[in-house]
């Protein structure tokens, strides 16, 4: 299935891009797909813990089952007052 991720914040700075397509296997999750960007962008790993990421601008856990053209979102950590 392909999906497309978007980067924002300190994550685009960091990756370099905007936004990715990724083809994936059918039943692939969040967590599958978290794994492979931090493959490919190794610059992340030290955010790994703290993304936000949301599905089809849902926030979304680990264990979200990903389907043909979700849109998948990477945010930083975010602070406010």
Same mark, same amino acid.
């Given at each position: *299935? ?11 700075? =960091?990756?370099?891009?905007?936004? +990715?397509? @990724? ?14 960007? *931090? ?11 703290? =993304?936000?990421?949301?599905?089809? +601008?849902? @926030? ?22």
């Amino acid at each position: *299935m392909k999906i497309l991720v978007k980067f924002f914040a300190s994550c685009r700075e =960091l990756s370099g891009k905007t936004g +990715e397509e @990724f083809q994936l296997p059918d039943k692939a999750t969040l967590k599958d797909l978290r794994s492979l960007v *931090m493959t490919l962008h190794p610059i992340l790993e030290n955010m790994r813990d703290y =993304l936000l990421i949301s599905v089809n +601008e849902v @926030f979304a856990i680990e264990q979200t089952e990903l389907k043909e053209g979700d849109v998948i979102a990477f945010f930083p950590p975010v602070s406010g007052g």
